[in-house]
């Protein structure tokens, strides 16, 4: 018993628990103590399927005995094993006996024979068509699906990334010429799409062979859709991910589990051509994405600060195929400046006041929308236009962000065909190129304005000290002119009477020598240059004195009145 080479047990029929096994069949699950195995495991908890176990215990029971059945475990580890067995059931015990064989290589043996199976089946005729576009390529795969399985519908279409919407890519000849629904669309959200889509929310192949039997919690089909009686939606997994899904309909007779078949080896070596496909697209892409982004660099490192802006937007327009567009920047003040339109365009444009600046209170449409958003938006169609603008058919525009910081935009117009992803990922690519030198020259365009300012100011001061250093020189020279002045004057009153009438003048003479010289001395004091100390100030003082110098340099029709108030403390200054 313990040393056969099959796994020998009995299983209670109500609670799937183990009453007895040898150590083959605790070896089988994982088990190295037989004791553990019987303490542990429960077969009707580790069904993979557990319609199965269901479904078995039903027909043992009708039956008796059962032979030959293959089913999927869990083993301890959680792992899922592959077993072959035969069970018999004891009425009156309440168990049953099982002999059971691990099949697991077995099965991917066979699971890996049927996909090379699959593969050869379909790739003699996607041979054909291996370098051709993806739209043929699309087509291919709808009319192959619907031959290999004569059916009169069939369309292919792929999910996007999140499972949550389907767009169509392909459909029969036939399928769009005899659809009567009002509102077709190539995008159709799965939560919302009808009977195939539950081939994606469950993940498996979904058959109807009769759709006039009830299809209870089932999506039907809309008003004016083609009349269908039979249908089979296959999903194509990858990863555990739902990538794209084949629909047939309509096939004469009933659809099988090897119609089936057949399309998931057509789907799973399109997919192979498919993802070929579009990893030569990115690598065109990125080949296209180094080129410009070098030729950008290249316009920054030898063109002038003048050209810069037009020389890149000629690039970017010529790898995009584009005969219009700018490029941008934000100033200081937020406002948007566009010193590189498309040139020789200006005289085309009659919108009244036109300009290359425009501020952000009037940013609109797409563009300002981009800025607004910080987004790249793309318009095929519809382009909303002030009236005189040039006329476009379709447009770009691509926000340059350094740092979350708007400062500049792309835009582009006119591509023949529109644009899509291919150009958005370039001219975004160009943006992040972009964004570090014109962050860089915009700062330095501020630090040149800034070392403008500051040279000015310090011309100023020059100018002020030269001016000061003029009036020191004027005053000294004025102060030797005062001096016999106001010494002759003074030698005048001592010598006269007080009440000679010579006496009076000479006191004016005197006293206007005085305040000539309480001037002078306060324009020796603003021409000086001492080092500054802090000393305990009366400040009404000061303010007398700043009056009496604005007094000699004010017309004296502006009268100056004040109100100083003598009762304040000093000032440290």
Known sequence: YNSAQVGLGRVSVDDGKVIECNKKMAHIFGYTSTQKFLDEYVFSENFVDKDFRKNFVEDLKAKGILRNLEAQFYRKDGKKIWLQFDSKIIPDQGYMEDVMIDITEQKQTQINLQKTRHRLESLWNLTKIADSDKKTLFNHVTEEIKKITESEYAFYGFLSDDETVMELHAWSKDAMKDCEVTDQTLHFPIDKAGIWAESVRKKKAMTINDFQQSLPGLKGVPDGHVPLTRMMAVPLEIDNKIVSIATVANKKTDYTPEDEAQIQAFLGNVQILIDRKNNEEKLLIQQKEIALNNRIANVFLTSSENDIFADTLDVILETLESPFGYFGFIDEDGNLNCPSMTRNIWDKCEIPDKSIIFPKETW??????????????????????????????????????????????????????????????????????????????????????????????????????????????????????????????????????????????????????????????????????????????????????????????????????????????????
Not at 382 to 404: T, W, Y
């Open 364 to 573: 609109g449409g797409l563009w300002g929308d981009s800025l607004k958003e910080l987004k790249t938006i793309i318009a095929n169609d519809a382009l909303q236009l002030p009236e005189g603008h040039i006329q476009l058919k379709c447009a770009m525009a691509v926000p340059i962000i350094h740092q979350n910081k708007l400062i500049g935009q792309f835009v582009v117009a006119d591509k023949p065909g529109g644009y899509d992803q291919h150009e958005r990922t370039l001219v975004e690519s160009a943006a992040l190129q972009t964004a570090p030198i014109l962050h860089a020259l915009l700062e330095k365009k501020v630090r040149e304005k800034e070392h403008i300012k500051m040279q000015a100011r310090i011309e100023q001061a020059q100018k002020m000290e030269s001016i000061g250093n003029l009036a020191g020189g004027i005053a000294h020279d004025f102060n030797n002119i005062l001096f016999p002045i106001i010494g002759m004057s003074e030698l005048m009153l001592e010598d006269l009477e007080p009440d000679n009438l010579v006496y009076e003048n000479a006191k004016e003479i005197n006293k206007a020598g005085n305040r000539a010289k309480a001037l002078i001395n306060q324009i020796l004091s603003f021409s000086r240059h001492t080092e500054h100390q802090m000393i305990s100030v009366k400040f009404q003082k000061v303010l007398k004195e700043v009056l009496q110098l604005c007094r000699a340099t004010i017309p004296t029709n502006i009268e100056i009145e004040q109100d100083i108030q003598q009762d304040c403390g000093s000032i440290w200054a």
